[in-house]
């Protein structure tokens, strides 16, 4: 019987070179820098004025009798002030893991796309806790199972009994009874947007004009009168590093924002927040910048940090409104 050599004689197994199993979430499922007005500032922290809204919106002209002095009055102005925070995280590559390393395993290729990852979720999770929020805005209603009672919607992953258009258009004049404005600007999270794009009331609209088996977000924001709708896609965990891996959850909760921004900062035009970017030295605020150093004394290796410097901040608590748990799941 001839000799037959077994697998592990005539092939060592070795890493792919053309395929690898990585976890990067595309930039576009992180919605925190594209939500709110960005504020450029070359100071950590100052102040902004702010006028009180309730003085432009009165009816206070009066009539005035011949050769007589008008009436008049004034408004009145305050300010708040902003302070920027660094957040960072860093990675070490040791010299010798990285002459060691076979491709395609690229340490600082990967070094620096986790710590860019750790980075936006942060930042991610940065926006949810200071704008997606309960008890943060003037107007706040809760999703409940049907039937709904006061500052209650039933919730919209129940196709029968929901009515996402009418919500949103009590949203609107709410947010526009306390602020004066009606917000332009709707943002969710992909857990409700789940059932927001199949809702049966929303295609409705455009079932008799062209086959429409999901809705596009635009299309959701038309419906639902609003300039834009913003979706977040963005996942992480609360495992610590060295722990089992755990189920991974959405970053931005179950709730639906509705806000008015102007499309930029403004001096004339109100915005329920900005988002005040540090850009002094060589920061951007937001964006996230990447550095490279070498370690310090004989530690023979290379770090690898991500930071950026930002206050997300709530400018009137008047111009936007929530639904807390819009969807059971």
């Known amino acids: 019987m001839p000799f037959l050599p077994t697998r592990a004689m005539i092939h060592r197994d070795q890493f792919l070179t053309n395929v690898a199993q990585a976890a990067m979430q595309?930039?576009?499922n992180f919605i925190a820098p594209a939500a709110f007005p960005l504020v450029d500032s070359d100071k950590l922290s100052n102040q902004v004025v702010t006028y009180d809204t309730s003085d432009f919106f009165r009816d206070d002209a009066r009539p005035r009798a011949p050769l007589t002095e008008s009436q008049g009055g004034g408004f009145r102005m305050c300010h708040v002030s902003y302070d920027c925070t660094e957040w960072a995280w860093h990675h070490d590559i040791a010299d010798e893991f990285r002459s060691h390393a076979d491709?395609?395993?690229d340490l600082d290729r990967d070094g620096t796309n986790y710590v860019t990852q750790i980075?936006?979720?942060?930042?991610?999770?940065?926006?949810?806790?200071?704008f997606m929020a309960a008890g943060v805005w003037s107007t706040q209603a809760t999703g409940v199972a049907a039937p709904a009672g006061v500052n209650q919607v039933v919730q919209w992953d129940d196709y029968v009994n929901s009515t996402p258009i009418a919500d949103c258009e009590d949203l609107k004049e709410a947010v526009r009874s306390w602020g004066g404005f009606k917000p332009n600007v709707a943002i969710c999270d992909q857990k409700?947007?789940?059932?927001?794009?199949?809702?049966?009331?929303?295609?409705?609209?455009?079932?008799?004009?062209?086959?429409?088996?999901?809705l596009t977000?635009?299309?959701?924001?038309?419906v639902l009168g609003f300039e834009k709708l913003i979706v977040g896609h963005a996942a992480y965990t609360q495992t610590r590093e060295g722990n089992p891996p755990d189920r991974f959850k959405s970053i931005l909760p179950r709730h639906f924002l509705a806000v008015y921004v102007p499309p930029a900062?403004?001096?004339?035009?109100?915005?329920?927040?900005?988002?005040?970017n540090f850009t002094g030295g060589n920061r951007r605020g937001t964006n996230i910048i990447i550095e490279r150093f070498r370690l310090a004394n004989d530690a023979k290796g290379d770090r690898i940090t991500g930071s950026f410097y930002v206050d997300m901040m709530v400018m009137s608590a008047n111009l936007g409104g929530i639904i807390l748990n819009v969807t059971s799941r």
């Open 192 to 214: 409700v947007w789940r059932w927001l794009k199949h809702h049966p009331q929303l295609i409705a609209r455009y079932v008799n004009t062209q086959a429409v088996p999901a």
């Open 103 to 105: 491709a395609p395993v």
């Open 265 to 276: 900062p403004s001096i004339t035009q109100p915005s329920a927040g900005y988002i005040f």
């Open 217 to 222: 977000e635009a299309q959701v924001a038309e």
């Open 119 to 130: 980075m936006r979720i942060r930042r991610e999770r940065l926006f949810g806790l200071n």
């Open 26 to 28: 595309d930039e576009a």
